[in-house]
């Protein structure tokens, strides 16, 4: 005798979506990732930056009549500056799914570092010198680009979690 199965009727609709809301969080975080990934390339480029910029901005010679204390606390900021874009960038090539929304401390990171360079934008636009910024135009549009870029991954990897589950 023939064993009959009992018939399961499913909403194929509701669980398709289902399947393809998974299938399109899983995507939409890989693709995070991997801006997250390009974030920290970017800062890395902006370390890289900082190694010629001294000389082509004449730090030396412009600090040159600056008391020798004055000079060691400019270098000091200096480094220190490279030391934590060092570690943002280590933070994204690290710990990228947590900054893209798998923990809240990941959130919380991404959120400050996006901050940290809408603040910097802000300062470019309004505080550094405009005759320097216009002898460097091209340098200088380059790296806002480049800030600009970082704010929007950081901010949407912060964000991502309340808006786009």
Known sequence: ????????????????????????????TTWMIRVIWGAGAVQVGIIAANVPLPGRLRVRERLAGV?????????????????????????????????????????????????????RILLQISYYDREIRRDNRVLDVLYLASLFMLVVILGMAALRPVFWT
Request: net charge positive; proline share 4%.
């Open 1 to 28: 005798m023939r064993q009959v199965l009992p018939l399961k009727i499913t909403n194929s609709t509701t669980e398709g979506t289902e399947v393809h809301r998974e299938r399109r969080r899983a995507m939409n």
């Open 67 to 119: 008391p020798n204390f004055v000079r060691q606390i400019f270098y000091v900021h200096w480094v220190y500056i490279i030391i934590v874009l060092g570690l943002f960038a280590a933070l994204c090539f690290g710990f990228a799914p947590d900054l893209a929304g798998a923990s809240a401390l990941g959130r919380f990171l991404s959120g400050f570092m996006a901050a940290f360079w809408l603040l």
